[in-house]
C-alpha cells in the first residue's frame, strides 16, 4: 500500500539553526511528493513538490530532494527563522488516487 | 481571492445533533475532498469526489455523508453527531485526480461536539 512515515516532533530549534525533517515512504508505482506546511490556526499551504525520481523541490529557502533509491524525501532549511514555526507535512500521490499524508512534525524556533 | 472557502470556521454542537459543512472553490477544480485532522495522527481521508456527480469513502466515513452539489461545492454532513468527532476539518480541491498537482487547501471548521 501507500504510506508516507515522518520523524516524529516537536523540533525546536535556535534562530539561524540547519533543519532536516526526515520523509520516507511506501508507494505503489511512481508517487509524486509533496511538503504542505500549516502556520497557527490555518490550513495547509504547499511548500514544494517533486514529481520524478532525482528531482529537487525547493520554495522560501527550503527544499527537499526525490530519493527513489532510499525512499526518500527529507526536508532542509540552511538557516531556520522564527516565522518557520509551524507544523510540517510530507505527502505522496499516486497518478488517479488521493493524497496520503505523513502525521506531522511540529517545529518552533527560538530566537 | 481564489480558493476554497469553508463554513463555517467554528461550530459546537451536542451530541446528537445534526449539521452541514459548507466547502466551494472557485478554481474550476474537478477533484474534492474532506479531512479531519487529529493530534498524532495526521490527516484523515473522510469521503472524496474525484469529479462532479461522484462520491467515494476514504478512511474513516462512518458517521459522515456527502454530497458533491455541483462542480463548485462539496458539503460534509454529520447526521448525528458523536464527541469522537471533536475535530478540525478541512476541505480540499485539485485540478483533477493525477497526482502531480498540489491540492489546495481551506483554511479549516473547527468542530466541537459535547
Known amino acids: 500500500g501507500n504510506s508516507v512515515t515522518q520523524m516524529e516532533g516537536p523540533v525546536t530549534l535556535s534562530e539561524e539553526a540547519f533543519l532536516t525533517i526526515n520523509c520516507t515512504y511506501t508507494?505503489?508505482?511512481?508517487?509524486?511528493l509533496f511538503w504542505y506546511v500549516q502556520y497557527p490556526g490555518e490550513g495547509l499551504q504547499l511548500l514544494l513538490k517533486?514529481?520524478?525520481?532525482?528531482d529537487k523541490g525547493s520554495n522560501k529557502g527550503f527544499e527537499a530532494t526525490y530519493r527513489k533509491e532510499t525512499t526518500s524525501f527529507h526536508l532542509e532549511k540552511g538557516s531556520v527563522q522564527v516565522s518557520d514555526s509551524a507544523v510540517y507535512f510530507c505527502?505522496?500521490?499516486?497518478?488517479?488516487?488521493?493524497?496520503?499524508f505523513g502525521t506531522g512534525t511540529s517545529l518552533t524556533v527560538i530566537p | 481571492n481564489a480558493g476554497v472557502t469553508q463554513t463555517p470556521k467554528f461550530q459546537v454542537l451536542k451530541t446528537g445533533q445534526s449539521m452541514t459543512l459548507q466547502c466551494a472553490q472557485d478554481?474550476?477544480?474537478?477533484?474534492m475532498y474532506w479531512y479531519r485532522q487529529d493530534p498524532g495522527m495526521g490527516l484523515r481521508l473522510i469521503y472524496y469526489?474525484?469529479?462532479?456527480?461522484?462520491?467515494d469513502k476514504g478512511e474513516v466515513p462512518n458517521g459522515y455523508n456527502v454530497s458533491r452539489l455541483n462542480k463548485r461545492e462539496f458539503s460534509l454532513r454529520l447526521e448525528s453527531a458523536a464527541p469522537s468527532q471533536t475535530s478540525v476539518y478541512f476541505c480540499?480541491?485539485?485540478?483533477?485526480?493525477?497526482?502531480?498537482?498540489?491540492?489546495?487547501f481551506g483554511s479549516g471548521t473547527r468542530l466541537t461536539v459535547v
Open positions: 505527502a505522496l500521490s499516486v497518478p488517479g488516487n488521493q493524497f496520503y
Open positions: 469526489s474525484a469529479s462532479e456527480g461522484t462520491t
Open positions: 480540499a480541491s485539485v485540478p483533477q485526480a493525477q497526482g502531480r498537482v498540489g491540492y489546495t
Open positions: 478554481m474550476n477544480h474537478n477533484s
Open positions: 517533486a514529481t520524478k525520481a532525482d
Open positions: 508507494a505503489t508505482g511512481y508517487p509524486s
